[in-house]
């Protein structure tokens, strides 16, 4: 079946490391995008990608960083710089924007 | 299970009623909707769209309705049952472009009481 892979689903960060989150989907499609979401907060976008090795800084893109070597992979890391990295990240794809996107079921990121 | 949002506006309904969600936008030039349902610790998973040229579209058990007038969205769901519990989100299109990333409002959460 298609569809969109995170992983891992929990994750724990000490104080100072940098962690990476994996976005793999087998959709074909060609956008992908990065959200946060803190608790009674909407998903506000870190960064997203519309075409292989090309991507743009979303809202809160500070202390993240990403890449696209790879047409169904977007990994996201979280560096050290990012000082409040606790939240559940959420992935997403699009063929086309009207389309609507398909979500991953997330990864919950805790520092510890 | 996960929390999604801890000081969502909720909404709660009796089983078997009729639920209304709202959400409003900000952009006026917005031509795509989306709603979507998340479930704790689950991704949103997209429930029905509508465009600008539409004002109301049907699903199965859902309504979408679209006033572009007061940039007003709403999502009907009728006969609500206890696995709608989750928080509904509405997204936009601000930009009138297919990979545009949207806007995503808030969240409603919805309980339905058994």
């Known amino acids: 079946d298609g569809g969109i892979t995170q992983s891992p689903k929990y994750l724990f960060r000490k104080e100072g490391q940098n962690v990476t989150l994996s976005c793999e989907q087998n959709l074909n499609h060609d956008a992908m995008y990065w959200y946060r979401q803190d608790p009674g907060q909407g998903l506000r976008l870190i960064y997203y990608s519309q075409i292989v090795n090309d991507f743009q800084k979303g809202d809160i893109a500070e202390g993240y960083s990403v890449s696209r070597e790879k047409k169904e992979s977007f990994p996201l890391t979280v560096t050290s710089a990012q000082k409040n990295p606790t939240a559940f990240y959420l992935c997403?794809?699009?063929?086309?924007?009207?389309?609507?996107?398909?979500f991953g079921s997330g990864t919950r990121l805790t520092v510890v | 299970g996960e929390s999604v949002g801890l000081h969502l506006p909720t909404l709660s309904v009796q089983e078997g009623d009729n639920s209304i969600i709202n959400c409003a936008y900000s952009n006026s030039a917005s031509d795509y909707f989306i709603w979507y349902k998340q479930e704790s610790g689950k991704g949103p998973q997209f429930i029905i769209d509508?465009?600008?040229?539409?004002d109301k579209r049907q699903g199965q058990r859902v309504t979408v309705l679209l006033n572009k007038t007061v940039k007003h969205l709403s999502l009907q769901i009728a006969a609500t049952q206890p696995g709608d519990s989750a928080v509904y989100f509405c997204a936009e299109n601000p930009m009138n472009s297919g990979n545009t990333p949207l806007v995503f409002g808030k969240g409603t959460r919805l309980s339905v009481i058994a």
């Open positions: 997403a794809s699009t063929d086309r924007g009207y389309d609507g996107y398909t």
């Open positions: 509508i465009r600008s040229n539409m």
